[in-house]
T-cell receptor
Framework: GESVGLHLPTLSVQEGDNSIINCAYS??????FIWYKQESGKGPQFIID?????DKRQGQRVTVLLNKTVKHLSLQIAATQPGDSAVYFC????????????FGKGTKLSVIP | DTGVSQNPRHKITKRGQNVTFRCDPI?????LYWYRQTLGQGPEFLTY????????KSRLLSDRFSAERPKGSFSTLEIQRTEQGDSAMYLC?????????????FGPGTRLTVT
């Protein structure tokens, strides 16, 4: 079935630099997207979400961009900190009365001090 | 702590045994979800409750799996006749749909190891 995928499985960035994590989705009917951060041994932690009627949303140090034309989602983290080291997942909700989230495999972000 | 809680955090069982996990959602969240996550993968949806009604079930939820949310608050997930392939992290999440929110808040998970 259709699923969410990620372009890069691992990403290493220098502390203080900006990070960009990318995600491709294949279900054009998806109307809601979320980014989660998961640290080792913990459950996924909500970071930021975006609906399909938006193309950009900003939070604290994070920005999510949605390009529906090419079915692409990205998470930008400004001034990356060691505490940002984790696995990042994008997830989508396909709507159509379903409330389940479909997750990709994740990107591991490593911050170099 | 007002987040989603799950118990136990770890469970080791022998193949063929039954196990039951519990999830306590965030207070007043009317929607509750169960997911399964294997190493290196994203969570996979298992089932979803709105209050006490189980409204969605994944094909992953075989007949050995059963979930309940009898009073619309906590939920249990039972796996009967466990198999080694059931070894995974079982995650619970909740949402307060009445507020118009969609984001799902996850608990710490229960890690199941079937030997």
């Amino acid at each position: 079935g259709e699923s969410v995928g990620l372009h890069l499985p691992t990403l290493s960035v220098q502390e203080g630099d900006n990070s960009i994590i990318n995600c491709a989705y294949s279900n054009s009917a998806s109307d809601y997207f979320i980014w989660y951060k998961q640290e080792s041994g913990k459950g996924p932690q909500f970071i930021i979400d975006i609906r399909s009627n938006m193309d950009k949303r900003q939070g604290q140090r994070v920005t999510v961009l949605l390009n529906k034309t090419v079915k692409h989602l990205s998470l930008q983290i400004a001034a990356t900190q060691p505490g940002d080291s984790a696995v990042y997942f994008c997830a989508e909700n396909s709507g159509a009365g379903s409330y389940q989230l479909t997750f990709g495999k994740g990107t591991k972000l490593s911050v170099i001090p | 702590d007002t987040g989603v809680s799950q118990n136990p955090r770890h469970k080791i069982t022998k193949r063929g045994q039954n196990v039951t996990f519990r999830c306590d959602p965030i207070s007043e969240h009317n929607r509750l979800y169960w997911y399964r996550q294997t190493l290196g993968q994203g969570p996979e949806f298992l089932t979803y409750f709105q209050n006490e009604a189980q409204l969605e079930k994944s094909r992953l939820l075989s007949d050995r799996f059963s979930a309940e949310r009898p009073k619309g608050s906590f939920s249990t997930l039972e796996i009967q006749r466990t198999e080694q392939g059931d070894s995974a992290m079982y995650l619970c999440a909740s949402t307060d749909r009445t507020s118009g929110a969609y984001e799902q808040y996850f608990g710490p998970g229960t890690r199941l190891t079937v030997t």
